[in-house]
């Protein structure tokens, strides 16, 4: 007996990124003016120079006092809408992908969403640095299972708001160190449907036993009050240690699975955390500098929303069927890639 032949089902099509938007503070801080305030405040002589020498970031925007992370988020979600010629009624799913947040409860997403309009599916999408990216991709998982027709991610991010503006001795000053490479941005991306390209390949590496590593404590059940846990704390070299013995992996997985290498894409965005840190990405991985779209000098560690800002800054030079492969990574631990191609 001959099994009859099941009826063909349509390919699903590609989904990609359609548009782009970003959002900065207005207000530049420059990382020498920064150290002042903190040598003053603290009593605690520095040697001149010294944030700028160790992390290679000499300036950052940071969000006024009456702006928040839902606010840099709505102004970077007009200009992506903008840009596509669309309206937040075009949009069936909002997600707010970031590390930074207006409050606990509700989800930000709902603040956004108050803001712009529309009655789309919305929530929060947290992963430290890597939650924009994370969004993007669950944006996608959305449209391909057939539950959102068009998503619209954003982030905003206020990390300056964690800094450690006062130090009681140097071994504090350790901790907060990082703390002093934030700057604050917005960004957002349209994930739907395309006709050619789009989102190729998603892989991600998640070590969570170094969740200790770094990050901000309170707001949570763990530490629910108290200013002391609302500054970011963290051991830099432990971090790069992880990042180093893990990071290699996932690049080599990645290329064997598309068979794509450095050559084959018009530019890699990875997140940045200071100048140092880049130049050792660089060095271990062996990605050619001039693919890289270099914003920590010039902005600071902007958290999640610093391939949003990269892919709009690169995105002006590029072609249809043009690649580009995104690297985040995030504390607790987690690295994630992205191949996208430009439809």
Same mark, same amino acid.
């Given at each position: 007996?001959?099994?009859?032949?099941?009826?063909?089902?349509?390919?699903?099509?590609?989904?990609?990124i359609t548009a782009v938007g970003v959002s900065l503070p207005e207000r530049v801080v420059h990382t020498v003016d920064l150290q002042q305030r903190v040598a003053e405040a603290s009593g605690i002589a520095l040697p001149a120079g010294l944030f700028s020498m160790m992390t290679g970031v000499?300036?950052?925007?940071?969000?006024?006092?009456?702006?928040?992370?839902?606010?840099?988020?709505?102004?970077?979600?007009?200009? #992506?809408?903008?840009?596509?010629?669309?309206?937040?009624?075009?949009?069936?799913?909002?997600?707010?992908?970031?590390?930074?947040?207006?409050m606990v409860e509700p989800a930000t997403a709902h603040i956004v969403q108050a803001e712009l309009g529309g009655r789309a599916h919305a929530l929060d999408v947290t992963n430290a640095c890597n939650s924009f990216l994370n969004g993007i991709d669950v944006a996608r998982s959305f449209v391909?299972?057939?539950?959102?027709?068009?998503?619209?991610?954003? !982030?905003?991010?206020?990390?300056?708001?964690?800094?450690?503006?006062?130090?009681?001795?140097?071994?504090? #000053?350790?901790?907060?160190?990082?703390?002093?490479?934030?700057?604050?941005?917005?960004?957002?991306?349209?994930?739907?449907?395309?006709?050619?390209?789009?989102?190729?390949?998603?892989? !991600?590496?998640?070590?969570?036993?170094?969740?200790?590593?770094?990050?901000?404590?309170?707001?949570?059940?763990?530490?629910?009050?108290?200013?002391?846990?609302?500054?970011?704390?963290?051991?830099?070299? #432990?971090?790069?240690?992880?990042?180093?013995?893990?990071?290699?992996?996932?690049?080599?997985?990645?290329?064997?699975?598309?068979?794509?290498?450095?050559?084959?894409?018009?530019?890699?965005?990875?997140?940045?955390?200071?100048?140092?840190?880049?130049?050792?990405?660089?060095?271990?991985?062996?990605?050619?500098?001039?693919?890289?779209?270099?914003?920590?000098?010039?902005?600071?560690?902007?958290?999640?929303?610093?391939?949003?800002?990269?892919?709009?800054?690169?995105?002006?030079?590029?072609?249809?069927?043009?690649?580009?492969?995104?690297?985040?990574?995030?504390?607790?631990?987690?690295?994630?890639?992205?191949?996208?191609?430009?439809?």
């Amino acid at each position: 007996m001959i099994e009859p032949t099941p009826p063909s089902r349509p390919a699903t099509p590609p989904v990609g990124i359609t548009a782009v938007g970003v959002s900065l503070p207005e207000r530049v801080v420059h990382t020498v003016d920064l150290q002042q305030r903190v040598a003053e405040a603290s009593g605690i002589a520095l040697p001149a120079g010294l944030f700028s020498m160790m992390t290679g970031v000499e300036q950052r925007r940071m969000a006024g006092d009456d702006e928040y992370a839902s606010t840099l988020a709505v102004r970077a979600a007009r200009q #992506a809408l903008d840009t596509a010629g669309l309206s937040i009624g075009d949009v069936d799913l909002l997600l707010f992908a970031s590390a930074s947040r207006d409050m606990v409860e509700p989800a930000t997403a709902h603040i956004v969403q108050a803001e712009l309009g529309g009655r789309a599916h919305a929530l929060d999408v947290t992963n430290a640095c890597n939650s924009f990216l994370n969004g993007i991709d669950v944006a996608r998982s959305f449209v391909l299972a057939g539950r959102a027709r068009r998503a619209l991610v954003v !982030t905003g991010e206020t990390p300056t708001r964690a800094m450690r503006w006062q130090l009681t001795d140097l071994a504090q #000053a350790r901790r907060a160190f990082a703390g002093y490479t934030f700057g604050d941005a917005g960004a957002a991306v349209l994930v739907e449907p395309v006709t050619g390209g789009g989102i190729l390949d998603v892989d !991600t590496e998640t070590c969570s036993e170094h969740w200790t590593v770094g990050g901000i404590p309170g707001g949570g059940s763990r530490h629910p009050r108290g200013d002391e846990h609302t500054y970011f704390t963290g051991d830099g070299h #432990a971090l790069r240690g992880v990042f180093e013995q893990i990071g290699t992996d996932i690049l080599d997985r990645v290329r064997r699975r598309t068979g794509l290498d450095w050559a084959d894409y018009a530019r890699v965005l990875v997140h940045q955390v200071t100048m140092p840190y880049l130049d050792r990405f660089v060095e271990v991985t062996g990605v050619p500098k001039d693919k890289l779209e270099i914003t920590v000098g010039e902005l600071g560690n902007l958290a999640s929303a610093t391939l949003g800002v990269q892919l709009a800054r690169a995105g002006r030079g590029l072609r249809r069927g043009d690649r580009v492969l995104f690297i985040g990574l995030g504390g607790g631990v987690s690295i994630m890639t992205m191949v996208w191609e430009k439809s």
